[in-house]
């Protein structure tokens, strides 16, 4: 008979926010739970985003007046992913999604708002909304954590202004926009945060969460008001089994393992295998580098590795929540150019000088153009205007004249020409293609129209658009010397194969037999969205959806 040394209804293992949902749901359905994390701080990658959830009939998106159905939104992700995904997975958080934010907002401190402008994003597809499917985290103050705040893992510095001041998605809107009001709103943001005299003394860090902060930060004081303990430095080992089923799991504490019996199952919420690089190579399309990942360093597919050491099956492994990204040297995760690309003024070209695709599409969609056709190196070009006006990455836009805040390695990343053929020179790209491939952009830009790849054309491209650049807001010429270029790598959020699960969660062998007692989640579980991105947010929404269904599953027998 097999010794235990701690026995729990619920063993939830990794602290995202689907594994906090989980252990949050089924806490309250009575259940005795554990979280397990292996890195020092709790959160994960989930801690480090932006917090957003795409959530199609989301309850908040009626109060804003758009409506939605189960029927348009199965049709849009069935369109996308009908192929790779189980429709009964479809359907399972098509009709989850709501009812778990609609029992987070009403059973714990989780709160959220549409981003009524927030497109999905292919808006060509049957099915798919101008926005309102996407919400973002209302702000939530670090004082509510007490002595837990210690222990958050900090947002990731690209969603901080000048790597400090934490922001709402909405706001970010307003700021990069330079919608109205937007230099009010730094103002105020700056100030805040300088005149919190109180903490300043104690911490760099901002009192005021936000994104995926808010999002963690509001779950870990629901998990205490609800008595959870999340032990971290507690990476789990191994899983235990009995007659083919999961009876627990080894815990490593202190150095020393922990034998955990989990009377009611275990939930994997590991993440992916970003920063395993034997698994990277194994799986991904080539060339591919951990170091080009903008998620959790901690992230080395050990739920995955676990599972299928036990039989577990595995789908989409080689799928990832694709993004565009810079690294910077000295820091320990890659830079997701999520908005850089898309401003009006920049372009995507590969070493022929040559662009390839619309710069305005979703982070997903610009990667899976850089791996075909020969595009890789690829490169960001864009011109002495665009950096006036622009955040680049953590460049704040020159026009706010605190660009020299910023570490001189900063500017060093960029390289910089007289001309469009001294920067070609600098990045070795063909210099006759460069200037061949500016000079017809910039025809585009003055007609409004992309010939070549329709930027601009669509609610979601001018989302990150400049409504003061006629007549399409997504184009500008490159035009004012210096230049600039920067290379930009097939980089990722996250990877989304992984182990193959039911409609609740329930891990599968390869042959479709569930492994009882097991369950698994967010990067660790084969996406629900199966090769694609619908909508910002699509990568947490499922993970709190099926972390909330495989908890209501698992208490049923409570
Ligand atoms: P994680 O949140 O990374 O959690 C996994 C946890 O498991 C980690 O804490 C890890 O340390 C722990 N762990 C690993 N191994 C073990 C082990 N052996 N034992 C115990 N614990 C272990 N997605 C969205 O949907 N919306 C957004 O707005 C968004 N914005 C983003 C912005 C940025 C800058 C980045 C980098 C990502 C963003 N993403 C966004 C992607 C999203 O953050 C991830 O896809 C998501 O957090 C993955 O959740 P997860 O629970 O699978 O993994």
């Given at each position: 008979v097999m010794q235990y040394d701690h026995q729990v209804d619920l063993l939830v293992v990794g602290s995202g926010a689907g594994a906090m949902t989980a252990a949050l749901r089924a806490a309250h359905a009575g259940a005795q739970v554990l979280i397990v994390e292996k890195a020092e701080h709790y959160g994960g990658t989930s801690a480090t985003s932006g917090g957003g959830l795409w959530?199609?009939?989301?309850?908040?998106?009626?109060?804003?007046?758009?409506?939605?159905?189960?029927?348009?939104?199965?049709?849009?992700?069935r369109a996308l992913c009908a192929d790779d995904v189980p429709d009964a997975n479809l359907r399972a958080?098509?009709?989850?999604?709501?009812?778990?934010?609609?029992?987070?907002?009403?059973?714990?401190?989780?709160?959220y708002q549409a981003m009524a402008y927030y497109a999905d994003?292919?808006?060509?597809?049957?099915?798919?909304?101008?926005?309102?499917?996407?919400?973002?985290?209302?702000?939530?103050?670090?004082?509510?954590?007490?002595?837990?705040?210690?222990?958050?893992?900090?947002?990731?510095?690209?969603?901080?202004v000048l790597g400090l001041i934490g922001y709402t998605n909405t706001e970010g809107a307003v700021l990069l926009s330079k919608s109205p009001g937007w230099f009010g709103l730094l103002l105020k943001l700056l100030r805040d945060y300088l005149l919190d005299l109180p903490w300043r003394l104690r911490s760099l860090r901002s009192r005021r969460l936000t994104m995926g902060n808010a999002l963690i930060g509001r779950l870990r004081r629901s998990l205490a008001d609800?008595?959870?303990?999340?032990?971290?430095?507690?990476?789990?080992?191994?899983?235990?089994?009995?007659?083919?089923?999961?009876?627990?799991?080894?815990?490593?504490?202190?150095?020393?393992?922990?034998?955990?019996?989990?009377?009611?199952?275990?939930?994997?919420?590991?993440?992916?295998?970003?920063?395993?690089?034997?698994?990277?190579?194994?799986?991904?399309?080539?060339?591919?580098?951990?170091?080009?990942?903008?998620?959790?360093?901690?992230?080395?597919?050990?739920?995955?590795?676990?599972?299928?050491?036990?039989?577990?099956?595995?789908?989409?492994?080689?799928?990832?929540?694709?993004?565009?990204?810079?690294?910077?040297?000295?820091e320990d995760r890659a830079r997701m150019l999520f908005t850089e690309r898309?401003?009006?003024?920049?372009?995507?070209?590969?070493?022929?000088?040559?662009?390839?695709?619309?710069e305005s599409v979703a982070y997903t969609t610009a990667v899976q153009a850089m791996l075909v056709d020969d595009n890789l190196p690829s490169y960001l070009i864009f011109d002495a205007r665009y950096l006036r006006d622009y955040p680049f990455g953590p460049l704040l836009p020159g026009g706010m004249h605190l660009n020299w805040l910023q570490p001189p390695k900063m500017h060093r990343l960029l390289k910089r020409g007289a001309s469009l053929a001294a920067l070609a020179e600098q990045l070795s790209i063909d210099a006759y293609g460069l200037?061949?491939?500016?000079?017809?952009?910039?025809?585009?830009?003055?007609?409004?129209?992309?010939?070549?790849?329709?930027?601009?054309?669509?609610?979601?491209?001018?989302?990150?658009?400049?409504?003061r650049i006629k007549p399409n807001a997504c184009l500008a010429p490159l035009s004012e010397s210096p230049y600039y270029g920067i290379e930009i790598y097939p980089g990722d959020i996250g990877t989304k194969g992984g182990l193959r699960t039911d409609e609740h969660a329930r891990v599968l062998r390869n042959d479709g037999a569930v492994i009882d007692g097991l369950y698994a989640i967010g990067n660790c579980a084969a996406s629900v969205t199966g090769r694609y991105y619908p909508g910002a947010g699509a990568t947490l929404g499922p993970a709190m959806t099926f972390g909330f269904l495989a908890a209501e599953h698992a208490c049923q027998q409570l």
């Amino acid at each position: 008979v097999m010794q235990y040394d701690h026995q729990v209804d619920l063993l939830v293992v990794g602290s995202g926010a689907g594994a906090m949902t989980a252990a949050l749901r089924a806490a309250h359905a009575g259940a005795q739970v554990l979280i397990v994390e292996k890195a020092e701080h709790y959160g994960g990658t989930s801690a480090t985003s932006g917090g957003g959830l795409w959530i199609p009939c989301n309850h908040l998106m009626r109060d804003c007046g758009i409506d939605d159905s189960d029927d348009e939104a199965l049709r849009y992700l069935r369109a996308l992913c009908a192929d790779d995904v189980p429709d009964a997975n479809l359907r399972a958080f098509v009709d989850g999604g709501p009812r778990m934010l609609r029992w987070l907002c009403e059973h714990s401190q989780v709160r959220y708002q549409a981003m009524a402008y927030y497109a999905d994003y292919y808006q060509h597809l049957d099915g798919a909304k101008p926005g309102g499917r996407s919400i973002d985290p209302i702000a939530y103050d670090a004082r509510e954590l007490g002595s837990d705040f210690a222990q958050l893992q900090a947002p990731h510095i690209q969603t901080r202004v000048l790597g400090l001041i934490g922001y709402t998605n909405t706001e970010g809107a307003v700021l990069l926009s330079k919608s109205p009001g937007w230099f009010g709103l730094l103002l105020k943001l700056l100030r805040d945060y300088l005149l919190d005299l109180p903490w300043r003394l104690r911490s760099l860090r901002s009192r005021r969460l936000t994104m995926g902060n808010a999002l963690i930060g509001r779950l870990r004081r629901s998990l205490a008001d609800a008595a959870v303990p999340l032990w971290c430095n507690s990476p789990m080992r191994e899983l235990l089994t009995d007659l083919g089923g999961v009876t627990g799991a080894i815990i490593e504490c202190n150095g020393r393992p922990i034998r955990i019996k989990a009377r009611h199952g275990v939930v994997l919420g590991t993440g992916g295998y970003e920063f395993n690089q034997a698994l990277r190579e194994q799986h991904l399309p080539s060339p591919t580098r951990r170091q080009w990942s903008a998620a959790s360093p901690h992230n080395t597919g050990d739920g995955l590795l676990a599972a299928q050491a036990i039989g577990a099956g595995t789908a989409l492994m080689d799928q990832a929540w694709w993004g565009p990204t810079m690294v910077v040297p000295g820091e320990d995760r890659a830079r997701m150019l999520f908005t850089e690309r898309s401003m009006p003024g920049a372009i995507v070209v590969n070493r022929r000088g040559e662009r390839f695709v619309n710069e305005s599409v979703a982070y997903t969609t610009a990667v899976q153009a850089m791996l075909v056709d020969d595009n890789l190196p690829s490169y960001l070009i864009f011109d002495a205007r665009y950096l006036r006006d622009y955040p680049f990455g953590p460049l704040l836009p020159g026009g706010m004249h605190l660009n020299w805040l910023q570490p001189p390695k900063m500017h060093r990343l960029l390289k910089r020409g007289a001309s469009l053929a001294a920067l070609a020179e600098q990045l070795s790209i063909d210099a006759y293609g460069l200037q061949r491939s500016v000079a017809r952009f910039n025809g585009f830009a003055r007609s409004g129209v992309d010939e070549d790849f329709h930027r601009g054309e669509n609610p979601y491209d001018r989302l990150y658009g400049d409504v003061r650049i006629k007549p399409n807001a997504c184009l500008a010429p490159l035009s004012e010397s210096p230049y600039y270029g920067i290379e930009i790598y097939p980089g990722d959020i996250g990877t989304k194969g992984g182990l193959r699960t039911d409609e609740h969660a329930r891990v599968l062998r390869n042959d479709g037999a569930v492994i009882d007692g097991l369950y698994a989640i967010g990067n660790c579980a084969a996406s629900v969205t199966g090769r694609y991105y619908p909508g910002a947010g699509a990568t947490l929404g499922p993970a709190m959806t099926f972390g909330f269904l495989a908890a209501e599953h698992a208490c049923q027998q409570l």
